[in-house]
């Protein structure tokens, strides 16, 4: 299977990508752990290049691990069709529709555990996407988020969240209420404010950004980024060449400070690429939603 579901000790895998004819590369890999609280792994991610994603099925719903599941599999119904050629606005449309599929996937599955006498499932998951369009004017990544699973970029040292958390932590930041620091131990800050299955907003996030601004991308569950801080992940990135150890070495870090969740992080290098651009992010994200309008 092209997707990994482990609810056993750190794995990763290696899946290489270099397109006929192309100049560009992708390696990557991939980790997860159940941790030291946690009775089961929920976390779900997929490495089939050129689409990466990570899920994380929400601890306390029922069945978070099949809400996980759908995302993962649904992508990869994605990326055997095939993502040759697509511009943003195309491919923004496709990852729309199959965050759909999943959600239409899990209102049936609870609709047949409720039928079946478990009147309260309510199953649910985050998701962060990455996905490469090589053949755009400009080579770049199409990311996306849902709820408060991550994407970093990492370049020349430094690392920048791209994805902005859907919780109630971020939007008290975003409103002046509360610091960065005092997020940390803030009551709320395991409340999410969108997620695919058991929230009214399910609609993700996009962003667009050349692949010379982001020559690694990492996609990790809060398990990781809720245990470990960004200097310590930015120490690992820039001490760790190769994809698999860095993600092997990020989920490890988790569990040593705690392992109070499942804990997965996928690590994506782009090898071969002429750098031929800058970056703006605030700018790209924007232009992006401008063109794009409101999503269904």
């Known amino acids: 299977m092209p997707f990994g579901l482990r609810p056993h000790p750190v794995e990763s895998t290696d899946l290489r990508m270099a397109p006929p004819m192309s100049r560009v590369e992708l390696h990557h890999g991939a980790a997860t752990d159940v941790g030291l609280v946690r009775s089961a792994n929920e976390d779900s991610y997929l490495a089939a290049p050129p689409v990466f994603v990570v899920a994380d099925g929400m601890g306390g719903h029922d069945h978070g691990d099949v809400a996980s599941r759908f995302v993962v599999e649904e992508f990869a119904r994605l990326a055997e069709d095939g993502i040759d050629g697509l511009d943003d606005e195309a491919c923004v449309t496709a990852v729309a529709a199959t965050f759909r599929r999943v959600q239409a996937r899990i209102a049936s599955y609870d609709a047949q555990e409720r039928a079946a006498g478990n009147a309260s499932s309510a199953a649910g998951t985050t998701a962060v996407v990455a996905?490469?369009?090589?053949?755009?004017?400009?080579?770049?990544?199409?990311?996306?988020?849902?709820?408060?699973?991550?994407?970093?970029?990492?370049?020349?040292?430094?690392?920048?969240?791209?994805?902005?958390?859907?919780?109630?932590?971020?939007?008290?930041?975003?409103?002046?209420?509360?610091?960065?620091?005092?997020?940390?131990?803030?009551?709320?800050?395991?409340?999410?404010?969108?997620?695919?299955?058991?929230?009214?907003?399910?609609?993700?996030?996009?962003?667009?950004?050349?692949?010379?601004?982001?020559?690694?991308?990492?996609?990790?569950?809060?398990?990781?980024?809720?245990?470990?801080?960004?200097?310590?992940?930015?120490?690992?990135?820039?001490?760790?060449?190769?994809?698999?150890?860095?993600?092997?070495?990020?989920?490890?870090?988790?569990?040593?400070?705690?392992?109070?969740?499942?804990?997965?992080?996928?690590?994506?290098?782009?090898?071969?690429?002429?750098?031929?651009?800058?970056?703006?992010s605030d700018a790209q994200r924007l232009s992006l939603e401008e063109k794009l309008g409101a999503l269904p």
């Not at 409103?175 to 800050?189: E, N, V, W, Y």
């Not at 058991?198 to 962003?207: M, P, S």
């Not at 698999?244 to 690429?273: I, S």
Request: aromatic share 4%; with cysteine.
């Open 131 to 280: 996905m490469m369009l090589e053949h755009a004017p400009v080579a770049r990544w199409l990311l996306a988020n849902v709820g408060d699973s991550r994407i970093y970029k990492f370049n020349e040292g430094r690392l920048e969240q791209v994805s902005v958390d859907h919780s109630v932590v971020q939007e008290l930041i975003d409103s002046g209420r509360i610091t960065r620091q005092q997020a940390d131990g803030h009551p709320s800050r395991n409340v999410i404010t969108r997620a695919l299955g058991v929230t009214t907003n399910g609609e993700a996030d996009y962003f667009s950004i050349p692949l010379s601004s982001a020559e690694r991308v990492l996609l990790c569950s809060d398990g990781v980024s809720g245990m470990v801080d960004d200097a310590l992940i930015e120490q690992i990135l820039g001490r760790t060449g190769d994809p698999r150890d860095a993600a092997e070495q990020l989920v490890a870090a988790a569990v040593t400070a705690g392992g109070r969740d499942n804990a997965t992080a996928v690590v994506v290098d782009v090898v071969g690429l002429a750098h031929e651009t800058t970056y703006d």
